[in-house]
């Protein structure tokens, strides 16, 4: 297979690319800091600008520039006069929302150039990579630009330098390296190394990147992004931006992803993975439990190995009572689409109910931050099929709290 080169180039349009733009949640921020490392790639930031509508103008902007090719120039026209128009274009004063310090700081051609090729570089590394590991080549190169007097020296030592994909080195190394780094990688098969006389690189590797950019731009885990995005909005206590945030992370199908797992714990308990987000806690249960002084402390709902295997007990099979493995490979759907949600008084556990059956219900409870010994998550605790008559039994006794009905 030929080498593939993945260079920053404005007048293409990968797929990969657009889309890595576009699925970034808007993130407040006022500190670059809040938002580094992972959390930087779901969470759209520009830093200190703390205004939802603006952060999804410029998110809009810089997508729109990816996919027509514009140049730096062209964009900041476009986006200084939007800038202009709502108020944020030279100097400005924010106020950090931790500590009451006003800050004073200037919006111009120097920070949007900074916007602009951080996150296009950015996004174009992450179709790069995604490029890259769905190839047959096993083997990455680290190209840096070697011309210019204002080239990093730490990023002209890793030139040339090969090691396998799967290398632990990727995972601080692959570029961008920094604020301003146009270091791009280059995917190799055998045959091109055998060809270009090209040996494996074994040094071990410290020091030589900005401590913001030491993340892995390859393998991104959604949930743990998003839920920086949701204790982001939390510290802002708007119902408008926390509702926002709920409905920006529960529109991504999680479906395929939660099916796999329960198919393949349901054959074979060792599977590796042993916990799965099912769903989103929705704004109207994040309502009521701020009532009742609980927050989530995640925005997920998920399902983990030892109570899926819990739900497929004998005895709950010999009852009647337990979900078929359809039902349970369904449950997404469910709580996305629920006939009720109630609060359970005796337990304080969110129920999740669904009529599929003529006199039974499909009861899934949630028991929010539950703690395990490694974390703390919201936590699908057991289900089962359930008679309607003592939903509604309960419910008109007070046990059950109505959050929600269809």
């Not at 190394?193 to 401590?211: A, C, M, Q, S």
């Amino acid at each position: 297979m030929p080498k593939v080169f993945h260079k920053l180039n404005f007048s293409t349009s990968p797929e990969n690319t657009i889309k890595y733009l576009k699925d970034k949640n808007v993130e407040l921020s006022f500190d670059y800091k809040d938002i580094q490392k992972e959390a930087h790639h779901k969470a759209f930031t520009v830093a200190k600008i703390s205004k939802l509508d603006l952060l999804e103008d410029i998110q809009k902007s810089l997508v729109s520039s990816l996919k027509d090719g514009k140049s730096f120039d062209k964009w900041k026209r476009e986006i200084k006069q939007t800038l202009i128009k709502k108020g944020w274009y030279g100097k400005q004063e924010a106020i950090n929302p931790n500590t009451g310090e006003i800050k004073e700081f200037y919006i111009g051609s120097r920070r949007l150039r900074v916007i602009f090729h951080t996150n296009t570089r950015m996004a174009y590394a992450v179709g790069s990579a995604n490029n890259i590991y769905s190839s047959t080549n096993e083997f990455i190169q680290y190209k840096s630009l070697l011309y210019g007097n204002n080239r990093r020296i730490d990023h002209k030592a890793l030139h040339n330098m090969v090691k396998h994909r799967n290398d632990k080195f990727w995972a601080t190394y692959y570029p961008p390296n920094g604020f301003g780094c146009e270091c791009y990688v280059i995917s190799l098969s055998k045959k091109d190394l055998e060809r270009l006389g090209l040996v494996l690189d074994t040094k071990d590797y410290t020091g030589h990147i900005k401590n913001d950019f030491a993340y892995d731009v390859r393998h991104l885990s959604i949930e743990s992004l998003e839920n920086a995005y949701y204790l982001q909005a939390l510290k802002f206590n708007s119902d408008n931006i926390i509702n926002k945030a709920l409905d920006d992370i529960s529109s991504f199908d999680r479906l395929k992803n939660y099916q796999e797992f329960v198919d393949e714990v349901s054959k074979d308990k060792s599977y590796y993975k042993n916990i799965i987000p099912a769903g989103i806690i929705s704004f109207e249960v994040f309502n009521f439990l701020k009532t009742k002084n609980l927050i989530p402390i995640t925005p997920h709902i998920f399902l983990d190995k030892k109570a899926l295997t819990h739900m497929q007990r004998e005895v709950k099979i010999k009852k009647e009572t337990a979900l078929s493995l359809e039902d349970i490979r369904n449950i997404p759907i469910t709580l996305n689409n629920p006939d009720m949600i109630l609060y359970d008084t005796v337990h304080q556990n969110i129920l999740y109910i669904f009529n599929d059956y003529l006199d039974k219900d499909i009861k899934i409870v949630i028991e929010i931050n539950y703690i395990s010994k490694t974390q703390e998550y919201n936590r699908i605790v057991t289900t089962g099929k359930v008679q309607s008559s003592n939903i509604i039994g309960n419910i008109k006794s007070g046990i059950y709290i109505l959050i929600k009905k269809r």
